[in-house]
């Protein structure tokens, strides 16, 4: 049973940057998709970044391509997710998801993806 622990978010300022850590725990990231999501108040949660570990594609929605960085350290078991440039409409909680379907997920839905974390807080305002 893979279990996950997000930790880096807080309080910045626009243009700032901060780096998401997800260790999880169990079996290998290797044959799994995984994401960062993140859900705003009052909005449904969105899928903003994917990577699957098998061949190190990534994907990022419009909202953070060009910010934001996806990447893996396998044999810590860790994903990290690199935000620069931070706007105020990047504040939310922030979620680490895997996929067990690897290249097949179904990202930018939830949809497939098993394992969760508890989400961090990031929150951008002057």
């Known amino acids: 049973q893979q279990q996950l622990v997000e930790s880096g978010g807080g309080l910045v300022q626009p243009g700032d940057s901060l780096r998401l850590s997800c260790v999880t725990s169990?079996?290998?990231?290797?044959?799994?998709?995984t994401a960062w999501f993140r859900q705003a108040p009052g909005k449904e949660r969105e899928g903003i970044s994917l990577i699957t570990t098998h061949d190190g594609s990534t994907k990022y929605s419009d909202a953070v391509k060009g910010r934001f960085t996806i990447s893996t350290d396998n044999a810590k078991k860790t994903v990290y997710l690199q935000m620069n440039s931070l706007k105020p409409e990047d504040t939310g909680v922030y979620y680490c998801a895997l996929d067990p379907r690897g290249p097949y997920s179904a990202w930018p839905s939830v949809r497939g993806f098993e394992h969760w974390g508890q989400g961090t807080q990031v929150t951008v305002s002057s």
């Open positions: 169990g079996a290998t990231l290797d044959y799994y998709a």
